[in-house]
Nanobody, 121 residues
Framework: QVHMVESGGGLVQAGGSLRLSCAAS????????MAWYRQAPGNERVLIAS???????NYADSVKGRFTISRDGARNTVYLQMNNMRPEDTAVYYC???????????????WGQGTQVTVSS
């Protein structure tokens, strides 16, 4: 069983920065896509950034230009650098790693436990 372990959440003032990290508990599993989601109170969990094994990244419009996702493939670790933060960024942030099975006919998703990020105005 693979676990994703997150760190780096906390309280920051509007305009400030935070960096989240998330590492898979096993370095031997091949994680293909790594992603960050967030869930604000009363809202659904939404995808905000993802990065493929090649390093190609995609962002939701709400964070584009302010957040940067990156990964260390050798360590199965993904990062989210958050700059110029806004009160509406307040949410629980979750990471997800997707393992493509060696057989090529399926995949497994591994989720982190979530870390609270609060942006004060």
């Amino acid at each position: 069983q693979v676990h994703m372990v997150e760190s780096g959440g906390g309280l920051v003032q509007a305009g400030g920065s935070l960096r989240l990290s998330c590492a898979a508990s096993s370095s031997s599993v091949r994680i293909d896509t790594m992603a960050w989601y967030r869930q604000a109170p009363g809202n659904e969990r939404v995808l905000i950034a993802s990065v493929g094994s090649s390093g190609s990244a995609n962002y939701a419009d709400s964070v584009k230009g302010r957040f940067t996702i990156s990964r260390d493939g050798a360590r199965n670790t993904v990062y989210l650098q958050m700059n110029n933060m806004r009160p509406e960024d307040t949410a629980v942030y979750y990471c997800k790693g997707t393992e493509i099975w060696n057989t090529g006919n399926g995949y497994s998703d591994y989720w982190g436990q979530g870390t609270q990020v609060t942006v004060s105005s």
